[in-house]
Nanobody, 121 residues
Framework: QVQLVESGGGLVQAGGSLRLTCAASGSISRINAMAWYRQAPGKQRELVAAIASGGYTNYADFVKGRFTISRDNAKNTVYLQMNSLKAEDTGLYYC???????????????WGQGTQVTVSS
């Protein structure tokens, strides 16, 4: 089994910064892509940023220039540095990972439980 645990969310004023962390653990042989999504109240979940195992990144237009995704493959961890936060960035932030398990199966996509980010204006 594989678990993803997010941390780093919280309450911040507009213009501030937060750094989210998502650590994967369990029966992992390799992780392909990792990504951050978010879901605001009453809205659908949307992609924020993604990163391939080799480091190629992809960002939603609404975070370009403000957010940076990175990963540490040795730690099976992905990060999201969020700067210049806006009230509209408020939501529950989820990470996911496409995992090849220890038995060679997959990739399978796993999700974390989410971490709340609230930006006050």
């Amino acid at each position: 089994q594989v678990q993803l645990v997010e941390s780093g969310g919280g309450l911040v004023q507009a213009g501030g910064s937060l750094r989210l962390t998502c650590a994967a653990s369990g029966s992992i042989s390799r992780i392909n892509a990792m990504a951050w999504y978010r879901q605001a109240p009453g809205k659908q979940r949307e992609l924020v940023a993604a990163i391939a195992s080799g480091g190629y990144t992809n960002y939603a237009d609404f975070v370009k220039g403000r957010f940076t995704i990175s990963r540490d493959n040795a730690k099976n961890t992905v990060y999201l540095q969020m700067n210049s936060l806006k009230a509209e960035d408020t939501g529950l932030y989820y990470c996911n990972a496409d995992v090849i398990n220890s038995y060679g199966g997959g990739p399978f996509r796993y999700w974390g439980q989410g971490t709340q980010v609230t930006v006050s204006s």
